[in-house]
């Protein structure tokens, strides 16, 4: 199946009551039970839900695995991976990633034991440095948060198998459209589905998709036990966000493209970072593991400081100053102060973040008057 028909039709089957295309809201807390142990296949809200079975299922045609699981947002998702672990376990993890994620290992899981080593995953051979009988994850971003670094999925996948080790790859910047982690040897995809999945910025949402069947039960107990679900509304805005994929990530790539070559032939401009570019140190592996390059873009000033750069994010009147990314709307962000804050200034400098990198989350509109809104913002 084509991938605009499996976009539109994954997860859907008409209604067998009503005969409706679109998948019901079931907005319910409990099912009625024939007898006691004896249901139609649903007892409770937390544990299933109708709205929620289709979007796992869309979850998990999309991304070319077997198994779904919806969260109430992406660090959700990621906090049911991390509940896969044991103190005294060991995780590597790229030194470029989501501040949330960065925060969820630091501030939560370091305290119950559990062992994070940050590196330049670019580099390989960095990781299998590290691996030791301890370790049990290889967390890996790709393009990165906010720095768009690409990561050799299929290599890690490679040296992961070869210890033992598990490997999850977020995939939010690509979505499923630009890259298929499962394809390349991942065991687990995670999405914050908030992004592109839904792509109107009107529900937060996370997902798990994965292949072995032992690890879809361990991670649909953790998804039952500890709750972090998903509401039938917010599934249902999710599965009509998927039905038009396909259609946003194509003009978020053209966008994206035009975006960051004016970008980069603009005089005040200093860096653009966006792989794509012939140039980019991760363009060849990122042409060989995506189908484009995406709508996300970071650059720096020539002006390079602060004050500046908080001149430009303040003076954009399409480009909207706020966090997130990958709706119909373009965004622009300050990754520094607002979604990467939670790392510490000395870590944010030492991996290549600088205070005055400004990241943009390119949208659907038209690319010209993007074009024009950054030109007069940045003067």
Known sequence: MK????YIHAG??????????????????????????????????????????????????????KFGLAFSSGVAATDAVMKLLQPGNEV??????????????????????????????????????????????????????????????????????KHNVSLCVDNTFASPYLQNPLNLGADIVMHSATKYLGGHSDVIQGCLVMNDVALREQLYFIQKSCGAVPGPQDCFLVLRGIKTLHVRMQRHCENGEKIAHWLRNNNKVAKVYWPGFEDAAGHTVAKNQMQGFGGMISFELKNDSVEEAKRVLSSTHLFSLAESLGGVESLINHPASMTHASIPKEERIKNGLSDSLIRLS??????????????????
């Open 3 to 6: 991938i605009a028909t499996k």
């Open 92 to 161: 590597i993890c790229g030194n470029d990633m989501y501040g949330g994620t960065y925060r969820l290992f630091t501030k939560i899981y370091e305290k119950f034991g559990i062992k994070f080593h940050y590196i330049n995953m670019q580099n390989i051979n960095n990781i299998e440095a590290l691996i030791n009988n301890n370790t049990k994850l290889i967390w890996a971003e790709t393009p990165t948060n906010p720095l768009m670094n690409i990561v050799d999925i299929a290599a890690v996948s490679n040296i992961a198998k």
């Open 12 to 65: 859907a089957e008409p209604d067998p009551s009503t005969g409706a295309i679109m998948t019901p809201i079931f907005q319910t807390s409990t099912y009625v039970q024939q007898a006691p142990g004896i249901n139609k296949g649903y007892e409770y809200a937390r544990s299933q839900n109708p709205t929620r079975k289709a979007l796992e299922d869309a979850y998990a045609q999309i991304e070319n695995g």
């Open 362 to 379: 390119v949208g659907i509109e038209d690319a010209d008057d993007l074009i024009a809104d950054l030109q007069q913002a940045i003067g």
